[in-house]
T-cell receptor, first 116, second 115 residues
C-alpha cells in the first residue's frame, strides 16, 4: 500500500532557529515529491516539486532534499520567522496505479509553531 | 488571475439538510479536484474532472455525495442528506496538467459543520 509518513507530527521552535521536517514514503513507481505549506484556515500552497533526478531544491529559506534510494525527503527551514507557523504537507506522486486515483499520496502533515 | 475560488467559506447546517459547495477553477486549467481534509485522515481525494468530465469518483464516500461540472469555470459538490460525520474542510483544486505531473492550486476551502 502506498504511504507517506511525516515526522514529527508537531514541532515548536523559537523564532530565528532552524528546523528540519521529515517525509518517508513507500509510493511506487515514483514520479515526483511535493511540499506544501498550509496556513491555518487557508488552502495548501506549493513550496517545491522534486523529480527523481533532483536531490535538492530551494525556495527562499526553504530547502527540500530528496533521496530516492532510501525514499526519504526533508524540508529544512532556515532562520525561522513567525510567518512560518503552519502545517507542512508532503505529497508523493506516482505514475498510475501508484498513489490515489489522482496519482497522489498525501502525508498528514507536520504542524510547526514558531514562538517569538 | 484570482486563483481557485470557493464558496461558501463556512457553512453550518443541521443533519439531514442539503449542502452545496461551489468552486471556480483557474481559467485555462483542464483538471479540477475535490478534496476533503480532516484531522484524522488528512487530505483525501473525492473526485476529479478533466475537461468537465468526471474521471474518477472512487473517493466519494457514498451516494449522498455528488459532484458536477457543467462548464469549464464552475463545479459543485453536493451532500444530501448531510450527516455530522461529513463535518470537514472541503477543498477544490485545479491543475493545468495530469494529476501526477501538474502543480495543484488549491482554493481556500469550505469549512462544513453539520450539527
Amino acid at each position: 500500500k502506498n504511504q507517506v509518513e511525516q515526522s514529527p507530527q508537531s514541532l515548536i521552535i523559537l523564532e530565528g532557529k532552524n528546523c528540519t521536517l521529515q517525509c518517508n514514503y513507500t509510493v511506487s513507481p515514483f514520479s515526483n515529491l511535493r511540499w506544501y505549506k498550509q496556513d491555518t484556515g487557508r488552502g495548501p500552497v506549493s513550496l517545491t516539486i522534486m523529480t527523481f533526478s533532483e536531490n535538492t531544491k530551494s525556495n527562499g529559506r526553504y530547502t527540500a532534499t530528496l533521496d530516492a534510494d532510501t525514499k526519504q525527503s526533508s524540508l529544512h527551514i532556515t532562520a525561522s520567522q513567525l510567518s512560518d507557523s503552519a502545517s507542512y504537507i508532503c505529497v508523493v506522486s506516482g505514475s498510475p496505479p501508484g498513489g490515489g486515483a489522482d496519482g497522489l499520496t498525501f502525508g498528514k502533515g507536520t504542524h510547526l509553531i514558531i514562538q517569538p | 488571475d484570482a486563483g481557485v475560488i470557493q464558496s461558501p467559506r463556512h457553512e453550518v447546517t443541521e443533519m439531514g439538510q442539503e449542502v452545496t459547495l461551489r468552486c471556480k477553477p483557474i481559467s485555462g486549467h483542464d483538471y479540477l479536484f475535490w478534496y476533503r481534509q480532516t484531522m484524522m485522515r488528512g487530505l483525501e481525494l473525492l473526485i476529479y474532472f478533466n475537461n468537465n468530465v468526471p474521471i474518477d469518483d472512487s473517493g466519494m464516500p457514498e451516494d449522498r455525495f455528488s459532484a458536477k461540472m457543467p462548464n469549464a469555470s464552475f463545479s459543485t459538490l453536493k451532500i444530501q442528506p448531510s450527516e455530522p460525520r461529513d463535518s470537514a474542510v472541503y477543498f477544490c483544486a485545479s491543475s493545468l496538467a495530469t494529476p501526477n505531473t501538474g502543480e495543484l492550486f488549491f482554493g481556500e476551502g469550505s469549512r462544513l459543520t453539520v450539527l
